[in-house]
């Protein structure tokens, strides 16, 4: 099942803050975050496993809610290299059978 | 070196005909993915397979069918094209269940 990210678009200014948030009614095994910029191809920022854990990869972090199945990305003091689409991909239990992908989120960075 | 290699990266053609599109990956990776992304930029799982398994999203039409030399390589074959088959299609490798690293795409148009 679609796990359901949020919001859908954010505009920030530069060195703004942004969070983004991803939801599944079923039970994760793990959360993956990529960004696509237009007409490339989806970059893998990082995974989250249950258990709860956090993670950070420069200005970017996130969390992982188990008990909620939940994950939310943070953009720290956004740049313009920043700007793209995020996608949360999701797995459950058993083989690999790939990611189950959210809408995304867009995300703009003005300077 | 390219981890995650595609050709063609655009592909036209007519209903009706079959195509291929090739993948390979430098990564020593145990497991490639095809992913197909719509028109609405939804990323959507096709097929996932390793040297044990292929695991096959229900929803896929059996005109598509993954063929895999060796490790390195997962083909796409697409019978009897569609319209509705126009998108990019992304391969994508990872070790075991962990981030997937994705290929440039191949932009297939269908007329």
């Known amino acids: 099942q679609q796990p359901v990210q949020s919001p859908q678009a954010v505009i920030l200014r530069e060195g703004e803050d942004a969070v983004i948030n991803c939801s599944s009614s079923?039970?994760?095994?793990?959360v993956h975050w990529y960004r696509q910029k237009h007409g490339e191809a989806p970059v893998f920022l990082m995974i989250?496993?249950?258990?709860?854990e956090q993670k950070g990869h420069d200005k970017i972090s996130a969390s992982f809610n188990e008990k909620k199945q939940q994950s939310s990305l943070y953009l720290t003091a956004s740049q313009l290299s920043y700007s793209g689409t995020y996608f949360c991909?999701?797995?459950?239990?058993?083989?690999?059978?790939?990611?189950?992908f959210g809408k995304g989120t867009h995300l703009i960075i003005q300077p | 070196d390219t981890a995650v290699s595609q050709t063609p990266k655009y592909l036209v053609t007519q209903m009706g005909n079959d195509k291929s599109i090739k993948c390979e990956q430098n990564?020593?990776?145990?497991?490639m993915y095809w992913y197909k992304q719509d028109s609405k930029k939804f990323l959507k799982i096709m097929f996932s397979?390793?040297?044990?398994?292929?695991?096959i999203n229900e929803t896929v039409p059996n005109r598509f069918s993954p063929k895999s030399p060796d490790k390195a390589h997962l083909n796409l074959h697409i019978n009897s094209l569609e319209l509705g088959d126009s998108a990019v299609y992304f391969c994508?490798?990872?070790?075991?269940?962990?981030?997937?690293?994705f290929g440039p795409g191949t932009r297939l148009t269908v007329t």
């Open positions: 990564l020593g990776h145990d497991t």
């Open positions: 397979y390793n040297n044990k398994e292929l695991i």
């Open positions: 991909g999701t797995e459950q239990g058993g083989g690999a059978d790939g990611l189950t």
């Open positions: 994508a490798s990872s070790q075991g269940r962990g981030g997937k690293y």
């Open positions: 079923k039970a994760l095994y793990s």
């Open positions: 989250l496993l249950k258990g709860g």
